[in-house]
């Protein structure tokens, strides 16, 4: 089954590349089978073993194209879909306008959020994040229990895709900048298959699913976020762990005395602690995601540069909503949002999910002052001022939080910047002394 062998491909890297999405949502006595299992159980979706099958509803990857691309077909045609800006009501944006591969397909400015509408006169209400390394991100779930070590804690909210984890799949996430109001703004599918039919791909899009894909909306959408899907699945553009960390895992280069000691204190418990949430060893063989999934609530500053945050009755409460709509009952969700990968964090011009902070230095600086000393952090107004009082309950108090103000910082100064040095470190296009960058490569 094509769509599964697409889905799979990540399963038969080196095992320093963790396996992609579509495996971690199998049981796990599945995950001990050999790995060409994994396609019949990808091909046994409940809809193709429900019977009879001319009555079931065909679940998103069954769709009945009249080709079967390969996967390089499809990256090719998801890459060149990425940077089409025709399928955006103002004709000038692209996923790749705000997801820049030249900045780890994160914002390519240090603004807080993006214009987009029709007019790219409409503010975004969240930082954009990256999409690299989101191919181990396991599908949403409110109890989830990891199969490494103790497997019987609950670990709570954990995965799914976008900030606040409402996105199950990557076609799932893809849909959603298509038909925003504030990103790409089409009003609805038909609107971008209109557009779609258009566009300078349109003839890579009927080479790649057949003649005749674009005269039915149903199959150009499904094919348009499929593409979109199994480009962000593509090793070389979104998960190349050939960052210098890789390369010290490896055992090809040794970090320097700072970089050493930035390590030591992201992963000290009683220190930086950073590691608790931001995985940085290896896993089952996988080479580490520098994230555990999560969703979690740290209570950063609100950022008054959002133009929707001069409305003093608007909050963004994450997996509570506003974006994410099923979970608005669950007050206990109130304030979480997914914990990112770091790796090329020291790309970005932004952090957090508001973008409160420009610098990196800054980010880190934050997680030792929030509650040692609050008033350099949030001013002379009220600690966790972008959280309700009565949603305090859900901020965690883990290490470095959980002082009290006066107290001595988890961090000092020096340790803040050897953190930021180590960080760097994390960025992928590292090349070995002595290879060259096409030799990293192969």
């Not at 779930?141 to 990557?170: C, I, K, M, V």
Request: proline share 8%; net charge positive; with cysteine.
């Amino acid at each position: 089954m094509p769509w599964a062998i697409a889905r799979l491909r990540g399963w038969f890297q080196p095992p320093t590349a963790p396996v992609p999405r579509l495996f971690l949502s199998l049981p796990r006595f599945a995950r001990r089978l050999p790995p060409a299992s994994f396609i019949v159980l990808a091909a046994l979706s409940p809809a193709s073993r429900s019977a009879p099958a001319a009555s079931a509803s065909r679940s998103f990857y069954e769709t009945p194209y009249e080709r079967k691309p390969d996967f390089k077909t499809l990256v090719a045609l998801g890459r060149a879909l990425f940077s089409d800006r025709t399928l955006s009501a103002s004709g000038r944006v692209s996923c790749a306008s705000c997801h820049d591969p030249a900045h780890a397909y994160g914002p390519p400015n240090k603004l807080a959020v993006q214009l987009g509408g029709a007019g790219l006169t409409l503010p975004g209400i969240r930082a954009v994040p990256s999409l690299t390394y989101h191919q181990a991100i396991p599908n949403f779930q409110e109890h989830f229990f990891d199969n490494d070590g103790n497997d019987s804690e609950d670990q709570g909210p954990t995965g799914g895709l976008d900030w606040d984890g409402r996105a199950d799949s990557g076609h799932e996430q893809a849909a959603g900048p298509l038909l925003s109001s504030f990103e790409m703004a089409n009003a609805d599918r038909q609107s971008v298959v209109r557009k779609l039919k258009t566009s300078p791909n349109a003839a890579a899009m009927r080479e790649a699913f057949g003649p005749h894909v674009l005269d039915d909306p149903a199959l150009a959408w499904n094919g348009l976020l499929l593409a979109f899907e199994v480009f962000q699945q593509s090793p070389a553009d979104f998960y190349p762990f050939n960052s210098k960390y890789d390369a010290t895992l490896r055992g090809q280069v040794a970090l320097s005395a700072q970089e050493k000691r930035g390590l030591e204190v992201f992963n000290g418990a009683t220190r930086g602690n950073c590691a608790a949430c931001h995985i940085s060893v290896i896993k089952r063989g996988a080479f580490p995601q520098f994230t555990d999934f999560g969703l979690i609530a740290i209570g950063v500053p609100r950022n008054r540069a959002i133009p929707v945050n001069a409305r003093a009755d608007f909050r963004d409460l994450g997996a509570c909503g506003p974006l994410r709509t099923d979970l608005q009952a669950h007050g206990d969700y109130c304030g979480l949002f997914r914990t990112p990968s770091l790796r090329n964090v020291a790309t970005r011009g932004v952090f957090f999910h508001n973008g409160v902070y420009t610098k990196l230095d800054d980010a880190v600086r934050f997680y030792a002052l929030r509650d040692s000393d609050p008033k350099r952090i949030y001013g002379q107004g009220r600690q966790f001022d972008d959280l309700p009082k009565k949603y305090s309950d859900n901020l965690n108090q883990d290490a470095p939080f959980g002082a009290k103000p006066g107290d001595k910082p988890a961090m000092t100064e020096a340790e803040i910047a050897d953190v930021v040095a180590f960080l760097k470190t994390l960025t992928d296009g590292y090349v070995v002394p002595g290879t060259s960058a096409g030799a990293l490569e192969k």
